[in-house]
């Protein structure tokens, strides 16, 4: 019972190792196990049907002589069709190799054809043979093989993965097509009973002895499978290393770029605070001095208005005055006597004396604002009339130029804010 119990005991670490085996062998196109996985340069692996389907769509409306090109579903890389087609891509041989196990424990190794996918669904699995039986095809084996070890397998390829982690006997070992009945590698699909145990180095192809001897005899240097597995183990290694260089150079600029990104933004604040700040208070300035100018205009206006408004009295008396004394002059002229023609002369002459005489009769009025100076008449605003290049030459010292920083001593640099000063004549400057 201990021993029986041994076989099938729960192996933590192949347990880890197959977790998740079911979406790595999913074709992310057609979502179903992968039927002749072929690796794009992008390192993405599809089915060479989805591939071809995926090809033909993109090939409609091109030219005969154009390159046959398509995005790749997941990262949307441009891939170049082989000009021998679809199938030109590497095919991945882990992947297939992975999904034949897989479809070797779903299907009975005996009645089934694993190439068609006919045949029944295997129901339990020999840990001695290592081959998956139906429920018909078990029957016929556990009569002359009853002592052998027997493991149920389940009915969905889900639960089959997790019922084959705790019999690692199951995964361990596979009789699926391309793996021979005694549990080594890959065999010919040419050679069926030959396993693959040379590598020809010219065609890049793992072959048989059959093959090395046949259709790869000319070829050199056709080379053991496993010196060749070195080999590339010893390669991968160096771009693994690589690889792990670029990674953390590239890691190292991402900061790099990231922390510089992080300063341009935060001196893009700094100076936009200053920007704001330095034409507010511009704008501060600008609403002083009119306030300043527009008041001194108000009391300057209305000084002037009452100076008028006297001198407009003055001269209405003066014109009442004279008015009557014409009119006295007429009526004596056209009626009087000569004693009163005589008094109104003495009369005439004593008032125009006082007023300065007949000559400056007209100049008499409108001189009580400032006697002897020509009066005021209205206000003129002095400065550059029409042209405001030199108040946006002031207003761009002011505020600014801006500079992009590339120079470290740049970055040093201290940001100043001018300060505007009034002087006595209301005059702004830097």
Do not use: W
């Not at 043979?129 to 095809?137: A, D, G, I, N, V």
């Not at 207003?395 to 640099?413: M, R, T, V």
């Amino acid at each position: 019972m201990a021993a029986a119990e041994g076989e099938f005991s729960f192996d933590m670490s192949l347990s880890s190792d197959l977790a998740g085996v079911d979406n790595r062998l999913e074709c992310n196109i057609c979502l179903d196990l992968y039927v002749k996985p072929k690796l794009l340069p992008c390192s993405h692996t599809f089915c060479e049907p989805c591939l071809e389907k995926l090809a033909a769509r993109h090939r409609r409306g091109m030219g005969s002589n154009q390159e046959q090109r398509f995005p790749c579903p997941d990262c949307r890389a441009t891939v170049v069709v082989p000009k021998n087609g679809v199938s030109g891509f590497n095919t991945n041989f882990y992947i297939a190799d992975d999904v034949e196990r897989m479809r070797a424990r779903q299907m009975c190794n005996v009645c089934s054809d694993t190439n068609t996918g006919r045949g029944n669904r295997a129901s339990s699995f020999c840990q001695d043979c290592k081959y998956s039986f139906c429920k018909e095809c078990l029957v016929g084996h556990s009569r002359y093989f009853s002592h052998h070890r027997i493991c149920p397998l389940s009915n969905s390829a889900s639960v089959t993965m997790s019922r084959s982690r705790s019999c690692p006997s199951a995964v361990e070992g596979s009789a699926a097509h391309g793996t021979g009945p005694d549990g080594r590698g890959e065999t010919c699909q040419k050679h069926k009973r030959e396993e693959l145990r040379f590598f020809c180095e010219p065609c890049g192809l793992p072959v048989c002895r059959d093959c090395r001897v046949t259709s790869h005899f000319q070829h050199s240097p056709v080379i053991d499978l496993v010196d060749a597995s070195q080999q590339a183990a010893a390669k991968l290694q160096d771009d693994l290393e690589d690889l792990n260089t670029r990674i953390g150079s590239l890691e190292t600029q991402v900061e790099s770029l990231s922390n510089k990104r992080e300063h341009a933004a935060q001196t893009k604040r700094e100076v936009e605070t200053l920007v704001i700040s330095r034409a507010k208070e511009i704008i501060s300035l600008v609403k002083q001095y009119k306030d300043q100018v527009l008041t001194r205009l108000e009391e300057e206006a209305s000084s002037l208005d009452e100076a008028f408004d006297s001198d407009i009295v003055k001269a209405a008396e003066e014109l009442s005055s004279l008015s009557d004394a014409r009119s006295r002059v007429t009526r004596c002229l056209d009626n009087g006597r000569d004693l009163e023609l005589l008094r109104l002369e003495a009369e005439m002459r004593n008032l125009l004396r006082r007023d300065g005489g007949p000559a400056n009769a007209d100049s008499q009025s409108g001189q009580g604002l400032a006697a002897g100076v020509s009066p005021p008449t209205g206000f003129y605003l002095n400065g550059s009339d029409g042209d405001s290049s030199t108040i946006a030459s002031l207003i761009f010292s002011h505020i600014g130029e801006l500079i992009q920083l590339g120079k470290p001593a740049e970055q040093n640099l201290a940001m100043t804010q001018p300060k505007f000063v009034y002087d006595d004549s209301d005059q702004a400057s830097l």
